[in-house]
């Protein structure tokens, strides 16, 4: 079992950043893959990004590509969400995502999420 309980949103102005944080707790935190999605009103939660547990493999949407980073560090049991050059198009509710089985980009297939944390981007 993995709880996670995601930090960092907020408001921020176009072209500014923020860092998403995800704490997760549980002993077997190391061994998942672990993403972000995001919810915009009115829309379907979309894949943002995720890390393999070894952090060898990262992907992207390609919305995102060359502007977020997702990191993790598993002494801590946290993984992040770097966001720069944020567009009013990236407001929505984010979520922190752990996955047992392996690796995937589809909501469907993650066990375990957060309660989300709200990014609002103003233009």
């Known amino acids: 079992q993995v709880q996670l309980v995601e930090s960092g949103g907020g408001l921020v102005q176009a072209g500014g950043s923020l860092r998403l944080s995800c704490a997760a707790s549980g002993r077997t935190f190391s061994m998942y893959t672990m993403g972000w999605f995001r919810q915009a009103p009115g829309k379907e939660r979309e894949f943002v990004a995720a890390?393999?547990?070894?952090?060898?493999?990262?992907d992207y949407a390609d919305s995102v590509k060359g502007r977020f980073t997702i990191s993790r560090y598993n002494a801590k049991s946290t993984v992040y969400l770097q966001m720069n050059s944020l567009k009013p198009e990236d407001t929505a509710v984010y979520y922190c995502a752990g996955y047992s089985a392996g690796w995937g980009t589809s909501s469907y297939e993650y066990d375990y999420w957060g309660q989300g944390t709200q990014v609002t981007v103003s233009s």
């Open positions: 890390i393999t547990w070894s952090v060898i493999s990262t």
